[in-house]
């Protein structure tokens, strides 16, 4: 079974610019999460969704934003970034809610970068 | 909002000596998750715990949960090269309203001399 991809795995940018990233979850699993990692603030929980519907919102301001299409792929936009937003993004999928007992599979990430 | 604590930040140990990780929530948590994430790696999925005061052991690793479900531990007996990388607890974050999503612990990073 495939695991988590992600697309791209690397990004530039610069500030005030807009980002798009793309998460395709294991085959079967219906809920995405996506974290931010930096080294300073850790692994931050973004959302997740699961059938289509955010059902978790983290601590971040509204320029993170995400969907999920039918097929559980996700996407997460970043609008108008900022220096602070270079990061590790990492998406995870699982079966089911992640907070609901379910494992965590992640994918190795899209490591963005703003100047 | 809840917290979790992980300490300590980072565990130097020579090879072959024994490890331990801690983690403690503000809150109480109806599970705790550990996962271990090599360096330049990804975070994977390393075991999940339930009940209160309950202990699971994988080879070399020991997890436990506290009886109050408000901390965690996570022992590795006899380091081995394999076993760096960063260790991160993680539990159901609630603001109220239900569960809000994964808080994660900012990780032990086990660094290990041969």
């Known amino acids: 079974k495939a695991g988590v991809t992600q697309t791209p795995r690397y990004l530039i940018k610069t500030r005030g610019q807009q980002v798009t990233l793309s998460c395709s979850p294991i085959?079967?699993?219906?809920?995405v999460s996506w974290y931010q990692q930096t080294p300073g603030q850790g692994l931050q929980f973004l959302f997740e969704y699961f059938s289509e519907t955010q059902r978790n919102k983290g601590n971040f301001p509204g320029r993170f934003s995400g969907r999920q299409f039918s097929n559980s792929r996700s996407e997460m936009n970043v609008s108008t970034l900022e220096l602070g937003d270079s990061a590790l993004y990492l998406c995870a999928s699982s079966l089911g809610l992640a907070v609901s007992y379910n494992e965590q599979f992640f994918g190795p990430g899209t490591r963005l970068t703003v100047l | 909002g809840q917290q979790v604590m992980q300490i300590p930040q980072y565990q130097h140990v020579q090879e072959g000596e024994d490890f331990t990780t801690y983690c403690n929530s503000s809150t109480t948590l109806s599970n705790i998750q550990w996962y271990k994430q090599r360096p330049g790696g990804h975070p994977v999925f390393l075991i999940q715990?339930?009940?209160?005061?309950e202990v699971k052991k994988q080879k070399r690793l020991t997890f436990q949960f506290g009886e109050a479900k408000k901390n965690s531990s996570l022992h590795i007996t006899a380091t081995q090269t394999t076993d760096v990388g960063t260790y991160f607890c993680?539990?159901?974050?609630?603001?109220?309203?239900?569960?809000?999503?994964?808080?994660f612990g900012k990780g032990t990073h086990l660094i290990i001399q041969p």
């Open positions: 993680a539990g159901p974050q609630d603001s109220g309203g239900g569960a809000d999503g994964l808080t």
């Open positions: 715990l339930v009940k209160s005061g």
């Open positions: 085959s079967g699993h219906r809920s």
